[in-house]
């Protein structure tokens, strides 16, 4: 199994980015697809999660209203657009996979993270 982020940065406040993560290894389709964060000094915190089918989606409310969760089945790729970027945004993300729903911070499988820096 590999998922592999790409897309983080360094962007002002207010600014947008979009992460992906291009999963392999495993039937995408069929797995609850989450994106997790770790800040600077702290602990991992859970950001969102997709479901498998009908593409329902959860969001912390930290990130509600400014980020969004989509996947592609058909190229294995889970994204997450990130617009109005706050400081506080600043963390490592990961993306995660589970074959059921979860919105913690434990997963099947997680990826090596990708940083992503609001500053000015």
């Known amino acids: 199994v590999q998922l592999v982020e790409s897309g983080g940065g360094l962007v002002q406040p207010g600014g947008s980015l979009r992460l992906s993560c291009a999963a392999s290894?495993?039937?995408?389709?069929?797995?609850?697809m989450s994106w997790v964060r770790q800040p600077p000094g702290k602990g991992l915190e859970w950001v969102s999660t997709i479901y498998t089918g009908a593409g329902r989606t959860d969001y912390a409310d930290s990130v509600k209203g400014r980020f969004t969760v989509s996947k592609d089945n058909a190229r294995n790729t889970l994204y997450l657009q990130m617009n109005s970027l706050k400081p506080e945004d600043t963390a490592v993300y990961y993306c995660?996979?589970?074959?059921?729903?979860?919105?913690?911070?434990?997963?099947?499988?997680r990826g090596q993270g990708t940083q992503v820096t609001v500053s000015s």
């Open positions: 290894g495993f039937t995408f389709s069929t797995y609850y």
């Open positions: 995660a996979a589970d074959p059921y729903y979860s919105n913690g911070v434990s997963h099947r499988w």
